[in-house]
């Protein structure tokens, strides 16, 4: 049976992409962003494929695919289209664990009247959230916690990004009563050896088993 699990953001150009190919390397799985903006620059797919060191066959396609570096709802507009939750599905993969990527934080609308929240829902993943450890991520944080906790989303932890700091840390967990799963220091090189290394030393193993 699939378990699938839902990496979302506190914002856009947090870490997402690191941390989906931390996870990706970590729990052998396969990697899918369903929704991809700024592909002029490349994908995120391909990103990962590079940093966790996995084939092409350990990734899904994504089902809509932009160039403009702008919210999905933008980009699917300059287009010509409309994104729909219908033409997205979870897809069936040999690895036992999908890892699946978002578009920015929660709130991103994906069309007139959905967001990247609605997609969550509609895929019915756990989620852990990408946050960074600078200024503002206390608010930041737990106001992706809350935006999920009102759709009635799973939130398995958070994960910071960037220099440790600890009353953030601390901050975060006590008044969003949700466990810090994971610390990613900014990496001078982002490959499967350093992350793999991150996840073994600074990882709750637990939460992600």
Same mark, same amino acid.
């Given at each position: 049976?699939?378990?699938?699990?839902?990496?979302? =953001?506190?914002?856009?150009?947090?870490?997402?992409?690191?941390?989906?190919?931390?996870?990706?390397?970590?729990?052998?799985?396969?990697?899918?962003?369903?929704?991809?903006?700024?592909?002029?620059?490349?994908?995120? +797919?391909?990103?990962?494929?590079?940093?966790?060191?996995?084939?092409?066959?350990?990734?899904?396609?994504?089902?809509?695919?932009?160039?403009?570096?702008?919210?999905?709802?933008?980009?699917?507009? %300059?287009? /010509?289209?409309?994104?729909?939750? /219908?033409?997205?599905?979870?897809?069936?993969?040999? %690895?036992?664990?999908?890892?699946?990527?978002?578009? =920015?934080?929660?709130?991103?609308?994906?069309?007139?009247?959905?967001?990247? +929240?609605?997609?969550?829902?509609?895929? /019915?993943?756990?989620?852990?959230?990408?946050?960074?450890?600078?200024? =503002?991520?206390?608010?930041?944080?737990?106001?992706?916690?809350?935006?999920?906790?009102?759709?009635?989303?799973?939130?398995? =932890?958070?994960?910071? #990004?960037?220099?440790?700091?600890?009353?953030?840390? +601390?901050? #975060?967990?006590?008044?969003?009563?949700?466990? #810090?799963?994971?610390?990613?220091?900014?990496?001078?090189? #982002?490959?499967?050896?350093?992350?793999?290394?991150?996840?073994?030393?600074?990882?709750? +193993?637990?939460?992600?088993?």
């Amino acid at each position: 049976m699939i378990e699938a699990l839902f990496v979302t =953001g506190t914002d856009t150009n947090v870490g997402k992409t690191v941390l989906s190919a931390l996870l990706v390397a970590a729990m052998n799985g396969t990697y899918w962003k369903p929704i991809q903006t700024g592909s002029r620059d490349g994908t995120d +797919r391909q990103q990962v494929m590079r940093w966790a060191d996995i084939p092409e066959s350990r990734t899904v396609a994504e089902c809509y695919c932009f160039e403009p570096p702008v919210s999905p709802h933008l980009a699917a507009a %300059s287009a /010509g289209m409309s994104i729909e939750l /219908g033409h997205i599905r979870l897809p069936d993969v040999a %690895s036992p664990q999908l890892i699946i990527e978002g578009a =920015g934080g929660v709130m991103v609308p994906i069309n007139d009247t959905e967001t990247m +929240r609605d997609l969550i829902v509609h895929l /019915g993943a756990p989620v852990v959230i990408a946050a960074r450890t600078a200024l =503002g991520t206390i608010n930041h944080t737990l106001l992706t916690v809350q935006a999920l906790r009102a759709a009635g989303v799973r939130i398995k =932890g958070v994960v910071m #990004i960037g220099d440790e700091n600890g009353e953030n840390e +601390r901050a #975060i967990e006590r008044y969003g009563a949700v466990p #810090i799963a994971g610390r990613i220091p900014l990496l001078s090189c #982002i490959c499967y050896k350093n992350l793999m290394q991150v996840y073994e030393k600074d990882f709750d +193993r637990e939460i992600f088993s």
